[in-house]
């Protein structure tokens, strides 16, 4: 898994009872993910308060249904067993704008 990666994994919902198939952008780099659980911001239809916009052409193969909005302002971890691979990933630009916008909110 790299940092960039687009992936699938089932988040819960507020009851913590039940859960969604939702992707999520890898924001963890490989080497801290060869030792921990990776660190992931989720993918939403609506912008978030801290956000950075993503389309077909922040992606490399093209996979979005639809515009949507990388949510900074709830970075999660995860076990890499939950984790599901999408096969695309962000282009080197748009992750650059992801960490960028991530280091304003730190």
């Known amino acids: 898994m790299k940092q960039g990666d687009l992936v699938i994994l ?3 919902y507020a009851n913590m009872a039940q859960s969604k198939w939702r992707p999520a952008v890898v924001l963890s780099n490989e080497r801290y993910n060869k030792h921990a659980n990776v660190l ?3 993918l939403y239809g ?3 308060p801290f956000s950075v916009r993503i389309d077909n052409e922040g992606v490399q193969h093209g996979k979005l249904r639809k515009e949507s909005y990388i949510g900074l302002q709830n970075i999660f971890s995860a076990d890499k067993t939950i984790v599901r691979a999408s096969g695309d990933a962000l282009t080197a630009r748009k992750l650059e704008e992801v960490i960028s916008a991530l280091k304003k909110c730190l």
């Open 40 to 42: 992931l911001a989720g």
């Open 46 to 48: 609506n912008k978030q």
């Open 10 to 12: 089932a988040f819960p």
